[in-house]
């Protein structure tokens, strides 16, 4: 068959290969004129370092066959995310460990000396947490959720704690030990040559062919015999009904002779400090070295109809509106909505991939009956 990817991010990728892999013919379109979507990677001019260019990626599953299947197109280096927080004038280890909490309070606990303390400060008095505040006030007390997530949630989000879910906060990572690994994942790495590589090599097989730079309109849709679109849900209906919302960032891009902040991702978790992080992209690559250094401030704000959406907001409201496009979606045919914008998620890459490969063995079992969304956005 002939079939379209809209998109040329992950989804698109390896739904795209994994169908070219099985005799179809592929087009790929991706408005941008790179491919990878939002986990594109390019060398800076200025520095020679890789920049993840759309933010921070850093590559973690639980998914063996994930982990084989991104292995099979990139070498991957050992890579740990040691974040770190600037709170109250002194760096703090994340996610609040051990060592976070002995600094923080000036103490010297051992691993059950710090539970029962952390026991004692936390407001027990909850019972059952409805926002993100009365989530992270039951976890840690006032003291650390002031200190290290109060003032980043209201910039990431741009609403009070209080006003979100507490769904947000279910699992709150705090470590009893001195481990400061920001994942649990069993599966950790970096791609050598950056992740755009990467996906240039999946899509590297004769039954691909990509176009950038070219955008997609809904009308082109009746040319293929099926469509995989990961582009925004709501764009697909012109926005008919409605934006669902999204948060967007802004990157203020400076460069620095030497290491400006001697490890990747510096939060800063006060809400006077106007970016939520910096990111000091050559520690994203401790194999390479380089004298000089690129950074990015990251600033969150409401996504307007001309920015990146990014972080998919998913309140009460927007799913109502979201309710309506997939009732939409589903009477579309030809069509299957997939990745972060078609089911307007948040998606780990890993997820990504995981749900893109399913998708396509979705499609080599039902061909054109495939589902508007083989992943429900809701
Ligand atoms: C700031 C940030 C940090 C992240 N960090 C991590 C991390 O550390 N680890 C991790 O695992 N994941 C991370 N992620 C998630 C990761 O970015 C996603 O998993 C991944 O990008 C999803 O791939 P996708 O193909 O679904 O979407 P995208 O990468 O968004 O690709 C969609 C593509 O479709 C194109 N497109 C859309 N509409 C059209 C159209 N009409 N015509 C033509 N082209 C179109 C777009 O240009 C885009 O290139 C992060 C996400 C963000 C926002």
């Excluded at 709170?87 to 976070?100: A, M, R, W």
């Excluded at 950074?295 to 704000?301: G, I, P, Q």
Aim: glycine share 8%; aromatic share 14%.
């Amino acid at each position: 068959m002939k079939l379209l990817m809209v998109g040329a991010g992950l989804s698109g990728a390896v739904i795209g290969r994994k169908l070219a892999e099985a005799g179809h013919d592929i087009t790929i379109v991706d408005a941008r004129p790179h491919v990878a979507g939002n986990c594109h990677t390019t060398r800076d001019a200025e520095t020679g370092v890789m920049v993840h260019v759309y933010g921070p990626h850093i590559f973690h599953t639980d998914d063996a066959e994930v982990w084989d299947y991104v292995n099979a197109f990139e070498t991957f280096q050992p890579y740990k995310n040691r974040v770190k927080t600037t709170s109250k004038g002194q760096v703090f280890s994340l996610p609040i460990n051990l060592h976070t909490i002995n600094q923080f309070y000036g103490k010297t606990l051992r691993p059950d000396e710090a539970r029962d303390f952390i026991a004692e400060v936390a407001d027990t008095s909850i019972e059952d947490p409805q926002s993100f505040e009365e989530q992270a006030l039951r976890f840690v007390g006032p003291d650390l959720y002031e200190a290290f997530f109060k003032g980043y949630t209201i910039k990431q989000w741009g609403v009070q704690p209080s006003d979100l879910p507490a769904a947000i906060l279910k699992r709150l990572p705090v470590r009893f030990n001195y481990d400061d690994n920001y994942f649990f994942h069993a599966f950790q790495g970096m791609p050598e040559n950056g992740y755009t590589a990467m996906v240039e090599r999946i899509l590297d097989h004769p039954k691909i062919t990509v176009h950038l730079e070219t955008s997609f309109e809904r009308a082109q849709k009746d040319q293929w015999d099926h469509v995989f679109y990961s582009g925004p849900l709501d764009g697909w209906f012109d926005y008919d009904l409605g934006r669902l919302g999204y948060r967007t960032l802004d990157f203020e891009r400076f460069s620095y002779d030497g290491d400006y902040q001697g490890c990747a991702v510096m939060n800063y978790g006060e809400e006077d400090v106007p970016y939520t992080r910096i990111t000091e992209h050559k520690h994203f690559s401790p194999w390479e070295s380089h004298e000089g250094s690129v950074l990015y401030r990251e600033f969150s704000r409401a996504c307007e109809p001309q920015d990146i959406p990014y972080y998919p907001i998913r309140q009460v409201k927007e799913k109502a509106l979201l309710a309506d496009y997939v009732a939409l979606a589903e009477q579309e045919e030809g069509v299957t909505f997939v990745g972060r914008l078609g089911t307007y998620r948040y998606l780990d890459m890993d997820v990504t991939i995981r749900e893109a490969l399913d998708t396509a063995a979705a499609f080599l079992a039902q061909g054109q009956a495939t589902p508007a969304f083989v992943k429900a956005p809701l």
